[in-house]
């Protein structure tokens, strides 16, 4: 099993920045992919980007070249970096890690852009 540990989320006004991370229990090199996901109320849970273990990178269209996912493999970690927020990246962001053919899931943190 795989344990998800995130943090960074929080309350920002339209225009600025948070960093979101997400701590694995497992070595991220044993890990296939990991990512994360964001969700709102009434909505399924949409792909926001992803990183596989060769380091290839996937982004949601809505995102690209506003947010830029990052891994250190010393510290089992990935980062989001989301700049230039809109109000429409209001969500709970889930991070997700891949691994022996399973996808595990963190606990969820509340993203809040203000306009």
């Known amino acids: 099993q795989v344990q998800l540990v995130e943090s960074g989320g929080g309350l920002v006004q339209a225009g600025g920045s948070l960093r979101l991370s997400c701590a694995a229990s497992?070595?991220?090199?044993?890990?296939?992919?990991m990512g994360w996901f964001r969700q709102v109320p009434g909505k399924q849970r949409e792909l926001v980007a992803g990183?596989?273990?060769?380091?290839?990178?996937a982004y949601a269209d809505s995102v690209k070249g506003r947010f830029t996912i990052s891994r250190d493999n010393a510290k089992n970690t990935v980062y989001l970096q989301m700049n230039s927020l809109k109000p429409e990246d209001t969500a709970v962001y889930y991070c997700?890690?891949?691994?022996?053919?399973?996808?595990?899931w963190g606990q969820g943190t509340q993203v809040t852009v203000s306009s």
């Open positions: 497992k070595t991220s090199l044993y890990i296939d992919a």
């Open positions: 990183i596989i273990r060769s380091g290839n990178t």
């Open positions: 997700y890690a891949d691994y022996s053919i399973q996808r595990y």
